[in-house]
């Protein structure tokens, strides 16, 4: 016979998962503008793998790939040849869940909508997360909100300020989807790492639009690209070969942060564990004298001690 504590963990598996369809069922479906600026499409939520495969997948300076649930993919981003104020895509990829997961694919999971006019091999994606991650080069003044001000800051100075700015977009999903991206150098000796949530493809795509409300991007300065890509200096690889052009990433996406494998003291443990190291820091680490010290004083001083007589002499020469 079930037990009480397993017939509430059914119920409450059971009204989780009627939650979450819902919540799938009302997920908009309003189509929204390609956020490639030279792509003047007009897509659905569930066309969107459809659209970036067949798309926006023959640029060489465009990587397309599966990943999966804290599963690392290494990117390489070559900033040369942006045009300013252009959204590039650098990256297509097809996110699924936990590998060798089925129940954990978004569309299954009910975290997405499931993509649709998908054709021969693509099919396999159905139940695929489709994000994009896009890059534009912008300027510092992209974050004023006086949009006025900023294009004559960029006009007076044009070429001065500028940046990268880096972020992911997706279809819109009944729950957040995280990911971390690391910046390497060219020798992978220096490296930044930043967390944010993937943004819905259907707001606002142009830096000027989203930076000055918005957090869940990267910023990139111009010399910082410049230190990254190691461009005054010829890169070779441990082998001797000549290193590709760009700059390396490191991405990983997720719904939620991984646990501590570790098991966590109580409080009364961690207090037995401080008490047991002071008393293991006073034994054998703290310190001590060795021998006895004499505090004993010899004698008294007196308070009415006269100067030695050529200390007096000398008051006697100065008083007269």
Known sequence: MESANGVQYTKDKDRKGRRRVNDVHQLSRMPGHCPVSKCSDII????????????????????????FDHRPLLLCFDPTGLEYGDNCCVACLMYGGMKGKMYTRPAVDNLSLP???????????????PV??????????????????????????????????????????TRK???????????YISSRSSIRTVRDYTSFQNPSDF???????????????????CISKTVLSKSGKK?????PMELIIYQAPLKPSGIR??????????????KIYSKYIMPRTKGPVKRKVSGKLSLTRRPCSKTRGLFQHTSN
């Open 177 to 187: 989807v995280y990911y971390t991206l690391t910046v390497y150098d060219r020798h």
């Open 243 to 247: 290193l590709p052009p760009g700059i």
């Open 115 to 129: 993509n649709s006019g998908l054709l021969n091999s693509y099919h396999k994606y159905d139940d695929y997360l």
């Open 265 to 278: 003291s109580s409080e009364t443990e961690l207090h037995e564990a401080l008490k047991e190291a002071q």
């Open 44 to 67: 659905f939520p569930s066309n969107i793998m459809m659209h970036m495969l067949h798309k926006h997948t023959n640029s060489a300076k465009c990587t397309t790939s599966e990943i």
């Open 132 to 173: 994009m991650m896009m890059v534009c080069r912008s300027s510092w003044f992209a974050q004023m909100k006086d949009k006025q001000v900023e294009r004559e800051m960029v006009l007076t100075n044009e070429g001065k300020a500028d940046i990268y700015v880096l972020w992911l977009v997706a279809p819109v999903t």
């Open 211 to 229: 930076l000055p409300n918005d957090e869940n991007y990267i910023l990139l300065r111009q010399s910082e690209v410049l230190e990254l890509m």
